[in-house]
């Protein structure tokens, strides 16, 4: 339901700009206002779950995009849209950063990989929905109808939250001995294998931006779909990759290699994802190669969350190194796209294909090095 508030904003674009005589710059903000929250705050709001309470910041947050969603569908300019849109920034990333632990502390130790696993299904599932919703209920209405729909969404898990967890006291703060901030958050900096965790799914999300959101755009200008079809095909693209994040889980449970998913996912899907870019390929064949791109390359972050427990300094800091992986996740989330615009603008089409082959080769040399921390750890 977080995810909600970060899918509805690419179908309502241009709804905004027509009602609220938005400049192409001021959307990009408010495509970007969430991904720039998340990138400076997601360590800092980890840590903050870990002392507050991680269920009372999932409330909290949740609680946070429902206000913030209303306040901007009631919005009268541009600027205070993208005021609500930093709070549900700073809600989204509450909960996103404090699910994690509380998940493995309800799972059973042999169900904790598929439990992570499962968790990963929320942006592609969450997102690719409501961009869905939207791309069908914009046409004839306005923007505040998606702003109502994800508040409603809110709204609704608000209160099974209350009803349901609140009272869980499995759920209850754990006391725990606890460093100064500064302090642990430079331990999980500077910690080899969260690092690595983090950028190969930095890399991942700046890939992963960069072939969704412009996927839209391709489908205008080289296959002259009309805006709604293409934010169609967008949100379906989105939503597959799902398959990818639950079949990592299941062959993680299944004893496949994790630097195996990891690394073969990413070289193969490098070839794929040049391909929708590149020259001589028919134009039909570069939307069947996304959906293949999406759906493969989702097992990427099946594997990199579930490696989380493993590689976090100590238990008390899973939370935080989850703060790390979103971070530098949404600073890729945040470069992808200009780099991308800026190749296209210099080379065309085809010159996108390397940041795509660069990103991926990354993340697959991130794997590698994860692999080997790994074996060191188990050794040790």
Request: aromatic share 6%; charged share 10%; proline share 6%.
């Amino acid at each position: 339901m977080a995810a909600f508030h970060v899918g509805k904003v690419p179908p309502s674009l241009p709804s905004i700009r027509v009602e609220l005589d938005a400049s192409l710059r001021q959307a990009g903000w408010l495509l970007s206002t969430l991904n720039l929250v998340t990138a400076l705050g997601g360590m800092a709001i980890a840590l903050t779950a870990d002392r507050f309470g991680h269920r009372r910041l999932v409330i909290l947050g949740t609680a946070l995009c429902l206000v913030a969603s209303l306040f901007g569908a009631m919005s009268g300019s541009v600027e205070t849209l993208i005021t609500a849109r930093i709070f549900e920034g700073l809600g989204f990333i509450t909960v996103v950063v404090a699910i994690p632990t509380l998940l493995l502390r309800i799972a059973t130790p042999h169900d904790q990989r598929l439990a992570m696993a499962l968790w990963t299904t929320y942006m592609p599932a969450g997102a690719g929905s409501m961009m869905l919703i939207a791309a069908l209920v914009l046409p004839g209405t306005s923007w505040r109808i998606a702003w109502l729909v994800a508040a409603a969404a809110s709204a609704a898990m608000l209160a099974a939250l209350l009803l349901r967890a609140r009272p869980r006291h499995e759920l209850d703060p754990i006391a725990a001995l606890r460093r100064p901030v500064l302090s642990e958050m430079a331990e999980v900096a500077t910690s080899g294998g969260s690092l690595a965790i983090a950028i190969c799914f930095g890399a991942y999300s700046c890939c992963w931006f960069a072939v969704v959101g412009f996927l839209p755009t391709l489908q205008v200008e080289r296959l002259g779909f009309p805006t709604s079809t293409a934010a169609i095909v967008t949100a379906v693209v989105t939503i597959v990759n799902v398959a990818g994040n639950l079949a990592a889980g299941w062959m993680l449970q299944r004893r496949v290699p994790r630097v195996a998913i990891i690394v073969g996912a990413t070289v193969s899907m490098a070839v794929c994802a040049a391909g929708i870019f590149l020259d001589g390929v028919p134009d039909l064949a570069r939307l069947v190669l996304a959906g293949v791109y999406s759906a493969v390359i989702g097992v990427v972050p099946g594997c990199l969350f579930t490696a989380i427990p493993l590689h976090a300094p100590r238990p008390q800091l899973v939370g935080a190194a989850t703060g790390l992986l979103m971070q530098v996740s949404n600073l890729g989330a945040l470069l992808g796209p200009p780099i991308t615009a800026a190749l296209v603008s210099a080379g065309g089409w085809p010159a996108a294909a390397w940041l795509t082959s660069v990103a991926l080769g990354i993340a697959a040399v991130a794997g590698l090095f994860l692999h080997w921390r790994e074996k060191r750890k188990l050794a040790a």
